[in-house]
């Protein structure tokens, strides 16, 4: 999650957390003219296509009229981000207006463009501020191209609709929106130029908690919950199993606890055993205390969901995936992505008493083939959802600096 605050001071805070993947939540202060935009067609722009990766929606946007470019779709975004090097490239002037601290306390500059205009297929529209940070080391967690993220001045202005079972997503304009399903309308907070809702967790043994959750499209975690809550709360000596995990992205890397509560309840529905992350920071978005957690991409993409932010409410619209259990990793292998095209799956981390562990796996090895197959022709997600598979076996080929080695590996649950 980075945090992007414009001060009085220009001072500017980023907080990156993937691996849970969890892109952005950002803050600015200032309130100005809405800039222009246009439908192509009508008031709406209809069937915009994008990919799913770990739960993170990437579409395809052309920034100043350029080729198209990948962002991020995030609520918790309150300023447009483009990539400091595709800005550069793109020709975009813009001003280094101070320092941004990541999750590991590494500053990176931090800038602002002025009046940039963005395309989506049926819609054009220009934002008046549009921050300027380095994505580049999302690239090697997500294995794709970070180009920008569309956040809180996007979704303030239309009405969002996104199919994560067809992979859609339709804009309408928030004047002539008129909503006529069936679907759960549950009540949106605007603070911080975030969206944040109530919900209820159930702990095995205890009374259920309510709390304040961030609505998060930017992260592949389903939830996350945050320090103080935790300490507060005494969480962990709820949870039958939790084991160490590494976030990354943005400016550093931090850790959390990974395991699972009983349930999340969210409007009518009730979310049985989703996995879950213990923030262990104590500085950063992740120790906010006005947040009891985060619901991310591995709950979102359970729905059809429709943000209206004019009306101050998320609608849910259960699809098929609704039931279906949560899974996470059970090799115990966090991998990253290398090499200029992205295809050269690294392990970044090693779980203790996992079956990466138990196999020899090292952190630092390169996985060349599975199961014969080159590594090199599956993307980072292909990797992770292959190994979340209870009891599946692999055969690992490793390069370890000039070894060649063949490991041998079988998954089981962790959490």
């Known amino acids: 999650m980075i945090k992007f605050c414009i001060s009085s001071s220009k001072r500017l805070f980023l907080l990156g957390i993937l691996l849970s993947l969890h892109l952005m939540s950002v803050c600015a202060n200032g309130q100005q003219t809405a800039p222009p935009t246009h439908f192509a067609s009508g008031t709406s722009a209809l069937r915009i296509p994008f990919e799913l990766s770990s739960n993170v929606i990437f579409l395809q946007v052309r920034v100043n009229n350029s080729q198209p470019l990948w962002f991020v779709l995030d609520t918790g975004a309150s300023l447009t981000i483009i990539d400091a090097e595709?800005?550069?490239?793109?020709?975009?002037?813009?001003?280094?207006?101070?320092?941004?601290?990541?999750?590991?306390?590494?500053?990176?500059?931090?800038?602002?463009?002025?009046?940039?205009?963005?395309?989506?297929?049926?819609?054009?529209?220009?934002?008046?501020?549009?921050?300027?940070?380095?994505?580049?080391?999302?690239?090697?967690?997500?294995?794709?191209?970070?180009?920008?993220?569309?956040?809180?001045?996007?979704?303030?202005?239309?009405?969002?609709?996104i199919d994560y079972a067809t992979r859609l997503i339709n804009l309408y304009d928030p004047k002539s929106f008129q909503y006529s399903g069936s679907g759960e309308s549950v009540p949106i907070e605007l603070k911080d130029s975030g969206a944040a809702v109530r919900a209820r967790l159930a702990l095995a043994g205890r009374a259920p908690i309510d709390g304040n959750f961030r609505i998060d499209t930017g992260g592949s975690h389903a939830l996350i919950l945050h320090t103080p809550f935790v300490k507060a709360q005494n969480i962990l000596q709820s949870v039958p199993k939790t084991i160490a995990a590494p976030a990354a992205g943005v400016g550093g890397e931090t850790a959390v606890r990974l395991g699972r509560i009983q349930s999340l309840q969210l409007g009518r529905f009730t979310?049985?055993?989703?996995?879950?992350?213990?923030?262990?920071?104590?500085?950063?978005?992740?120790?906010?205390?006005?947040?009891?957690?985060?619901?991310?991409?591995?709950?979102?993409?359970?729905?059809?969901?429709?943000?209206?932010?004019?009306?101050?409410?998320?609608?849910?619209?259960?699809?098929?995936?609704?039931?279906?259990?949560?899974?996470?990793?059970?090799?115990?292998?966090?991998?990253?992505?290398?090499?200029?095209?992205?295809?050269?799956?690294?392990?970044?981390?090693?779980?203790?008493?996992?079956?990466?562990?138990?196999?020899?796996?090292?952190?630092?090895?390169?996985?060349?083939?599975?199961?014969?197959?080159?590594?090199?022709?599956?993307?980072?997600?292909?990797?992770?959802?292959?190994?979340?598979?209870?009891?599946?076996?692999?055969?690992?080929?490793?390069?370890?600096?000039?070894?060649?080695?063949?490991?041998?590996?079988?998954?089981?649950?962790?959490?």
Do not use: C
């Open 86 to 161: 595709r800005a550069k490239l793109s020709g975009i002037k813009f001003s280094i207006v101070g320092k941004a601290e990541g999750a590991g306390g590494s500053p990176v500059d931090a800038g602002l463009a002025k009046d940039i205009s963005f395309s989506l297929p049926g819609l054009d529209f220009q934002a008046r501020q549009t921050g300027i940070i380095s994505l580049s080391d999302l690239n090697r967690y997500t294995g794709r191209t970070v180009d920008g993220v569309l956040g809180h001045n996007f979704f303030s202005r239309f009405v969002v609709e």
């Open 271 to 415: 979310l049985d055993k989703p996995v879950t992350s213990f923030a262990q920071s104590t500085k950063g978005a992740l120790a906010n205390k006005d947040l009891t957690g985060n619901i991310g991409g591995g709950i979102l993409r359970r729905f059809k969901v429709i943000f209206d932010y004019q009306n101050k409410r998320m609608i849910l619209e259960p699809n098929g995936k609704i039931a279906e259990p949560f899974e996470s990793d059970m090799s115990g292998a966090v991998l990253i992505a290398e090499g200029a095209k992205l295809d050269v799956p690294k392990v970044f981390y090693i779980t203790e008493n996992s079956p990466a562990s138990e196999a020899g796996l090292r952190v630092g090895d390169i996985i060349t083939a599975i199961d014969s197959k080159p590594s090199s022709t599956l993307s980072l997600d292909d990797i992770r959802e292959m190994f979340k598979q209870n009891g599946r076996e692999y055969s690992l080929s490793i390069k370890r600096g000039e070894q060649s080695l063949q490991i041998k590996i079988k998954l089981r649950g962790l959490i």
